[in-house]
């Protein structure tokens, strides 16, 4: 571990595979923590988790049966949250209904006839489920009765038996190895999937991550048939847990937290899963706030732009509907320097790569319609499809790139797991009737509070006053104790003609306006 004090600086890529030279980069705030990962000092993805919005992605929940649809061959399930989660009849494991009987006996059921659910699940029946994908939008969450429980190594499965093997582990004798080495360990009631960054572990890793996951899943167990529900029995703690287990590997150059903590509690599991991963974690100790000192805030910002603008001169417009995200293609200012068909296509390629980062960067899913510019020529054509799949391959979530139709458009569909980047930061606007979006009352908090972080050696004791939207306002009394440490200093106006996404800050008595200053 190094503890530095030290402005980033900007190192030579390894030579690696992927030739990027990555960074991931942590904010911890008492009301939220935020995790960007750079590549080549670009933001590629970011991840928030706010206190009272925490990710439940993965948690595990003993609750009870709603409702009942066979028609839609579901079932509505109350695990305690604002809204019931949804239930498909394909999701259904018998293993985790049967944990409250002993050796009951159940009909064979047609896993195609989803009518049959109504055999299976009864309202008010107690049910064993975990959270597949978070709420979004108007929607409950999505649930499976395939219990798991993910490790950085391994994903462990109770009540299954076989061994499965990530196929980007390639080589034959590999597989066999690692194949071998769990057969030994595992209990025969465990089942076991390897994931791609097992590749060369010795069985010293895996036996140290696999009794890790038995001893979390006996626990988990023992609150499953002891506790009341509806109730969280195994909390996947998202954000900590994503970065050690997905984010931090051999592939990462530098991973920098501002918080102590938060660091050592990082660093005590690397000790023990990862110890080679060490030297690449710094502890940031500079007085300027870190996401500044990277350049990230600004770049956060072009989250909320529809539009962003090519190097070449050209943009790429995206719209998100509710059915579907649309990405369109233009030339822009960029009429190049060659035929036409050069022009499209050296516009159509940076747009592709600039249209996977975005994909990342903005958590969009589902149905992605992408609309470049119209080419005659097959071979440019198949480069820019090329560039769109290698932006997306390094991409977490799965994906997969279809070629043109008959229209001329490239469709991506990629893995929906949680709302949008967009979703998270903003709130429907009230008067557009939620055609647009706002920046969040929460999100405007932040951004005034760390300014007041900012400004705070600069202007010391100093008065100030805060002028916001009379609706801001009142969520900023409200939330009172966040500015605990600017009591007495801070004094909060309204004006009722600014934005929702505005504030101004003047500085007392004189009311001099320092809002750029610190912005």
């Known amino acids: 571990m190094k503890e530095k004090k030290q402005q980033p600086k900007q190192e030579a890529p390894r030579q690696r595979k992927d030739k990027f030279n990555t960074e991931i980069i942590v904010n911890v705030h008492p009301l939220e923590k935020r995790v960007a990962v750079l590549e080549d000092n670009r933001l590629v993805e970011l991840f928030v988790e706010r206190k009272d919005k925490q990710n439940i992605v993965g948690n595990i929940y003993k609750g009870f049966v709603k409702d009942v649809l066979p028609g839609m061959g579901a079932a509505f399930i109350e695990i305690g949250l604002e809204r019931t989660a949804f239930l498909h009849y394909s999701d259904i494991v018998t293993d985790f209904l049967d944990i409250f009987e002993d050796e009951k006996q159940r009909p064979r059921l047609n896993p195609k006839d989803s009518s049959q659910i109504g055999s299976l699940l009864k309202s008010g029946q107690e049910i064993v489920v975990q959270v597949h994908k978070g709420p979004i939008g108007s929607k409950g969450a999505r649930l499976t009765g395939q219990i798991s429980i993910p490790g950085k190594y391994l994903v462990l499965f109770p009540n299954k038996h076989k061994i499965a093997i990530s196929r980007k582990i390639y080589s034959q004798n590999e597989r066999s190895r690692i194949r071998n080495i769990l057969t030994s360990l595992k209990d025969p009631d465990f089942g076991l999937i390897v994931r791609t960054e097992a590749e060369g572990c010795d069985e010293d890793d895996f036996r140290n991550e696999y009794n890790a996951l038995a001893k979390t899943w006996k626990l988990t ?34 991973l920098v937290i501002d918080d102590k903590a938060f660091a050592h509690r990082i660093i005590s599991h690397l000790e023990d899963f990862s110890p080679e991963l060490l030297p690449n974690v710094e502890i940031y100790k500079e007085d300027s706030p870190i996401f500044d000192a990277w350049g990230i805030e600004k770049k956060i910002e072009t989250v909320f732009h529809s539009r962003i603008y090519l190097p070449s001169g050209g943009n790429i417009r995206i719209e998100q509907t509710e059915a579907l995200v649309a990405i369109d293609i233009n030339t822009g200012s960029f009429t190049g320097k060659t035929h036409y068909e050069e022009t499209i296509k050296k516009t159509n390629v940076e747009a592709a790569a600039e249209a996977a980062r975005q994909i990342r960067l903005r958590d969009l899913s589902g149905v992605i319609i992408i609309d470049f510019i119209d080419m005659v020529n097959e071979q440019n054509k198949q480069e820019v499809l090329d560039t769109l799949r290698k932006g997306l391959k390094r991409d977490r979530a799965k994906n997969k790139v279809y070629g043109y139709t008959e229209l001329g458009l490239v469709e991506v569909t990629r893995k929906r797991m949680r709302s949008t980047l967009i979703a998270n930061f903003s709130d429907p606007c009230p008067l557009c009737n939620g055609s ?75 009311q001099e306006d320092i809002t750029s200053r610190f912005s």
């Open 221 to 254: 167990e023992k609150q499953i048939r002891h506790a009341k529900g509806p109730v969280c029995v195994f909390e996947e703690n998202a954000l900590e847990n994503y970065l050690i287990r997905d984010l931090f590997g051999e592939n990462v150059d530098r």
């Open 436 to 510: 647009g979006r706002v920046v969040s009352k929460d999100t405007m908090l932040m951004r005034i509070h760390r300014w007041l972080n900012r400004s705070d050696y600069f202007v010391g004791n100093r008065r100030m006053r805060i002028v916001v939207n009379p609706e801001l306002a009142a969520h900023i009394h409200t939330h009172e104790s966040y500015f605990s440490a600017y009591k007495g200093q801070v004094d909060i106006e309204t004006a009722a003609d600014m934005r929702a996404d505005q504030f101004k800050v003047l500085l007392l008595p004189g």
